[in-house]
């Protein structure tokens, strides 16, 4: 209740509910809802493509399996300049080093003090935020204004705070940090409200709080998406939205089931989804817990949006107990082969038995089945780092065809498995010019919606456009 209140106090010295959005591009205003908590909701019509607002974050940090390679102030990939003194950080430019360096310095000196030990990307984002705290006092309002949720938690959950907490005193000392039920307070604060950064390509680099940000909603269909520039977080429309709506973004992959995402939202960020998606699901179909039919000679599919039981085909209805054994084997066959390929440490080895998954898949799921989309991104990764480019083009085909089948026609996903897409056709289909061009240019219309024409994939792949109608005009003229 405390919390509430305080919660409310510091919202309204904000001014946050019932007014203009800060940082937005457009008429968007914060609002009470009455089940979701406060929802940022459109005042205006607005077109999908449309950058809804910009926010630098409070605090953030490269994760551990970047932090040699990204910019530790701009996310920059080219990381250059090592900090000399505890040899953690790096930066693309000794203008971002001498930038961060108000803040690095306490840093610096803490990491020195437990080295060898290096904190982890949490630890490291939590005594960020209060270094920065340290440094601007009223600027911490921001954070205290974020749900904490405290009342949650489970037992279980709150302990490892208080351990993670006590970890973070050791590193900053007592006067950085806040009395210990505060600290706890702002270890929920962080868990349910952090936001992971990630580049163009999707790829998750660091972790940061973005206050503002924190404020927009979970859809499993949204009509939203954050994209990153660098450090600097857009939230851009990637549907058309009409006034008074209410924006939203998805918390996690959305191309989990629906008992999935429902567990995980429940378990990280504590409510029911009642997005159209999860309460529409008993009456259409859903391609990510679709089945064929194991019935010979059938066509018909089955839906199990929970679990594999009561297994009813499209076609000839409920099944028979023979046939639901048959498709739970041949379900668990799968599963297992993707687990063995996943857990295969030789490369080869997980390539053929990803292969062998993705062979029995096809013939028992939908195409955009959500197991089968997990085969596939695997099944990617290895093509790539063995360099057979022929099969991971048609891999990253039916990816992309998977991705249209789920997501909305903007989902950043869907720019990026299509520019992917273009790349790998230009490596086995060199002298396609006419399928370069068809693809190249179907990736630059997606990402030019989804991730905006400032964002360096969408540039790059501009350039590789204008490359490839330059080389089409020069075929035409000699060819
Ligand atoms: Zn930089
Ligand atoms: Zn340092
Ligand atoms: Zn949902
Ligand atoms: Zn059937």
Redesign the pocket.
Known sequence: MDTAISTQQALREQHLVGKQVKGAKHLLEVEETSERGRGIFARENLSAGTTLLEERAYATVVDDKHLQSH??????PN?RFRCSKCTLLH???Q???RKDWTLHRSECACFRRIAPRRPPTAIRALCRLLWVRQKYPNSFDAINALQSHSLDYSKEKLETFAQMAALIRTIIGEESCLPPSEMIDLLCRFSCNSISVSDGELVNIGVGVFPVLSLVNHSCSPNAAIIFN?ERATLRAIKNIQVDEEICQSYMEIAEPRYVRRKELKETYFFDCRCPLCLRYDQTADPRTTYNCVSSGCAGFIDLPDQLENATCSVHGRLSADLEAKLTDEVTKAFRLYRKAAEESDPDRALSTGLACLRLQSKLMHPANSEMIRTRRLVLDLLLSRQRWEEAYKVSHDLLDAYQALYEQHHPSISVQAYMTYKLAEWCHGDDIQLLCAKISEAVQLLLVSHGDGQALTKEAKQASENCIIRRGSLNTFG
């Open positions: 910019c530790s102030l701009c996310f920059s990381a930066y693309c430019s203008t971002c080093q660098g």
